[in-house]
Each structure stands twice: as structure tokens, then as C-alpha cells.
């Protein structure tokens, strides 16, 4: 398929991706805003809440691997891959839509596992779809889009939440360290009944407050993997670049059309996994500490307040991703990546210094890791494929890689903010994990430079 002959394709695969991603957003997102609402739900304390970032990233994990290793060499079909990636939206939100039910912390813990396992596989899927369809050279824009529209989806989220969170409130008890708190609680924190509004007699008894945001989460996700049962009963003709270039894989690495590999690949990709760990880890951070930072944190923010600071970082986040799609066709993945690194260091250092003490420098301070950190995973990611091959199984090192940065860093964070460091820790480690980063990604340039 020539240059042109796949835009009917494109203009109608693109919007059913965008919005598979804006789902994927949404589904991670969620959780920043309502986890000290749902460590009341099932009477847990604040501190241990975080896990549900660990056993999200763990299911991810998996199926990242499991993914790599087949949506190449067995989902092979144009209408294998749209299905499977109908079934993964789908799935994802029948499991998301279950978490507020859940009444004990077992339940939701094996909840979030199962819709980060489908997370985790529409994640790594679409991704090397991009770049099994277009190639290296033509991907990286859409392949930004893609991240961009996660980024719509976590400022989504953010403002689907915010009715279902109250204006005011005591937060000693969504701050406590060791109490846990029962269900009645949280029927009775969670919604701020307005005599005007009266949002309990609009939503009636049966359904809790805090399930609605999760329940209008689960219709996208279910209109989406209807979209992509439709890419498949139009039937237009998939571009597969790969197949085009090259009939025979042996000659992928360097065979005509192709760019010269690097001489180092095993040892790019095993660097490429700590890349992409510390980068979702330094997400991981602000996501899921950004929120209990402005209610538990030195400012004690009234829950709307705190809710408008997930905003700002999840608001910023979005603006980053999009420039992204422009900025990676005038700039080079390399350029974008370290221009981003560089600009976390310096948002690291003002938040560690006034973030304590000024709201607006707090504020500006956590737009701007959002914006800057929204850079990194598409570029590097770009980046990466003009190295090694990540069309099969090199594309599940960047998603394990990404996915073992949210296991670890956002319970690594809880622990610090609860510890006698204090909630300004999130920022110290921000901080040491933006350097190392930088100078990770040095590296791997020099790594890479070494062409087979």
C-alpha cells in the first residue's frame, strides 16, 4: 500500500484509537482523585491504598509480555488485531466499573489487577500497531498522538471526579496513617449535599457517590470497543508497512529501506527498560501523590482545592503531549527527550524549595514536571525504534519497563510521604530521580551510537 492509498484507513482508525487511549487515561487516572475515598471504602489506611498502583502496574506487566510475544507472530488478521483490541477496551471497563463495589481490600486489589492486565495489552498492542502500520519514520507524530490522548483522558478523569468530591472537609480522616476508616464514612464524606442541587436525591440511595465516576468511565470504554467492531465490519485495507519494505523478517535489521541498527541492541533495550521506569515512575509520583499532597500535605487544601492541582499537573500533562505531535516533526526525538529531562531537574528544584511555603510556585512547579514528563514516554519511545525493533517482542521491554515504574515508585512514594521525611519527600525524590534519569539516557546514547 503506497503513500495515499492508506488515508481512507487512517481518517477512520485514528479516532477509534484516540479514544481507546483518552479510555486508557481515564482508567488510570481515576484512581489519583478517589484513592483516599476508596482506602475508606474498603477500611484500609492511607499509606496502604497505594498498592492499587502496585498490583495495576504487576497485571500490566504481564500482559505486556505476554502481548509482545503474540499480537505479532499469532494475531495476525486485520480483524484479529482490531478484536483484540475491542476485547482489551471492553474488558478494562467492566473491571473499572466493578472497583467501587468492591468491600473489602482483597476485592479491589484483585479488581484493579484484572483491568490493569487489559490496560496493559490495549497499551503495548496499539502502540506497536502504529509502528507495524507506518514504520519508523512516519509513526513518531502518530505515535504521540496517542500518548496525547492519554493525557485528555487523565484531565478527563480529573473532571469527572470533581462533582462526586466534596468542597469542605475535615481530611484528619482521609489522612490518617493508621486508622481505618468503615464504608459509612465515606457515604458520608465523599458528597457534599448541596440544598440547592441535592446531587443524593438526584442520584438515589442504591448507587454510593463515589461509584458514578467509575460507571460513566465503563459506558466509554464500552462505546470505544464498539467503534472497533466497526473498523472491522468496514473492512478497509490494513497498511502494513513491514510486510511492504520487507517480505523476509531476517532482513528487518538491515535490509533496504531500513535504518543500521545498532551494534549494542540487548544492552540498548535492558537500558531502554530502566528509561522507561523511571520516566512512568516520576508519573507515577504525581499521579498518585498529587491529590493526597494537597489535602494531607503542609497547605491542608480543602478536597476541591487539591482537586484543581490533580488538574493542573493532569491539565499540563495533555498541553505537553500535544505540542509533542507537533514538536516531533520539527525536532528529533533525542532533542525533545533531553530538553525534557532537563526541564524536570529545574521543576524538581523549585518544588523542593518553594513548594512547601507558595501555593502558586506549588502550582507552577507541578504543571510543569506534567507538561515536561509528558515528553518523554512517546519520544523515547520514537527514539528507541530507530535503534532496535519494536514491532514484536522489544515492544513489551518499553512497556514492562514502563509498567515496572508504576509497581514500584508510586508505593515507594506513599511510604516516604507517611514517613517522618513527610510529604515533601515526594519532591526530594523527584528531585534524585530526574538526574539519574538524565544522565541514564546519556548513556543509552552512547550506547546506541555503535552501529552493526
Known amino acids: 500500500m503506497t503513500l495515499g492509498e492508506d488515508t481512507p484507513w487512517l481518517l477512520t482508525y485514528f479516532p477509534v484509537a484516540w479514544t481507546a ?126 500518548h496525547a490522548f492519554v493525557g485528555m483522558g487523565f484531565v478527563l478523569g480529573s473532571l469527572i471526579v470533581r462533582p462526586f468530591l466534596p468542597d469542605t472537609e475535615d481530611s484528619s480522616a482521609v489522612c490518617a496513617k493508621e486508622e481505618a476508616l468503615s464504608y459509612s464514612n465515606v457515604t458520608q464524606n465523599v458528597v457534599d449535599v448541596d440544598d440547592a ?136 526525538p533525542r532533542t525533545l527527550i533531553v530538553t525534557s529531562l532537563l526541564c524536570c531537574i529545574l521543576s524538581a528544584i523549585l518544588l523542593v524549595f518553594m513548594a512547601e511555603t507558595n501555593q502558586d510556585l506549588l502550582f507552577l512547579g507541578t504543571g510543569a514536571v506534567g507538561f515536561f514528563v509528558s515528553l518523554q514516554f512517546a519520544s523515547g519511545y520514537s527514539w528507541l525504534a530507530e535503534h532496535v525493533d519494536l514491532t514484536g517482542r522489544g515492544s513489551s521491554v518499553v512497556f514492562l519497563g514502563a509498567n515496572f515504574g508504576w509497581l514500584v515508585f508510586p508505593p515507594l512514594a506513599g511510604m516516604v510521604f507517611f514517613s517522618p521525611v513527610g510529604p515533601m519527600g515526594v519532591y526530594y525524590l523527584t528531585l534524585g530521580l530526574s538526574s539519574a534519569h538524565l544522565i541514564l539516557f546519556i548513556i543509552m546514547v552512547k550506547v546506541s551510537s555503535i552501529k552493526c
Open 197 to 332: 442541587v441535592q446531587v443524593e436525591n438526584l442520584i438515589g440511595t442504591e448507587i454510593p457517590a463515589l461509584a458514578w465516576p467509575f460507571l460513566i468511565i465503563a459506558l466509554v470504554h464500552l462505546l470505544t470497543a464498539v467503534g472497533y467492531c466497526s473498523l472491522v465490519a468496514g473492512g478497509l485495507p490494513m497498511p502494513r508497512f513491514y510486510e511492504t519494505v520487507c517480505q523476509d523478517e531476517s532482513k528487518l535489521e538491515c535490509g533496504k529501506g531500513e535504518k543500521q541498527r545498532t551494534k549494542h541492541s540487548k544492552i540498548t533495550l535492558l537500558l531502554a527498560f530502566f528509561y522507561f521506569t523511571f520516566s512512568c515512575g516520576l508519573e507515577g509520583f504525581f499521579q498518585s501523590q498529587t491529590f493526597t499532597f494537597g489535602i494531607c500535605g503542609p497547605h491542608k487544601m480543602v478536597p476541591g482545592k487539591a482537586a484543581a492541582l490533580t488538574t493542573t499537573y493532569f491539565a499540563c500533562f495533555l498541553a505537553g503531549r500535544f505540542s509533542g505531535v507537533v514538536l516531533s516533526t520539527k525536532l528529533k
Open 21 to 146: 487511549h483518552i479510555c486508557q487515561g481515564l482508567a488510570m487516572g481515576i484512581f489519583g482523585p478517589t484513592q483516599p475515598y476508596l482506602a475508606q471504602n474498603v477500611g484500609v489506611a492511607s499509606q496502604k491504598i497505594n498498592f492499587i498502583w502496585t498490583v495495576r502496574a504487576f497485571g500490566s506487566c504481564f500482559a505486556t509480555v505476554v502481548t509482545g510475544m503474540v499480537f505479532k507472530s499469532l494475531v495476525r488478521e486485520r480483524w484479529h488485531k482490531l478484536m483484540f483490541l475491542a476485547v482489551c477496551v471492553l474488558l478494562t471497563g467492566l473491571f473499572i466499573g466493578l472497583v467501587p463495589w468492591t468491600s473489602d481490600f482483597e476485592l479491589l486489589l484483585t479488581t484493579v489487577l484484572l483491568a490493569g492486565i487489559f490496560i496493559g495489552s490495549l497499551d503495548t498492542a496499539s502502540n506497536s500497531l502504529v509502528l507495524f502500520m507506518l514504520g519508523p519514520d512516519r509513526s513518531p507524530p502518530y505515535t504521540q498522538s496517542l
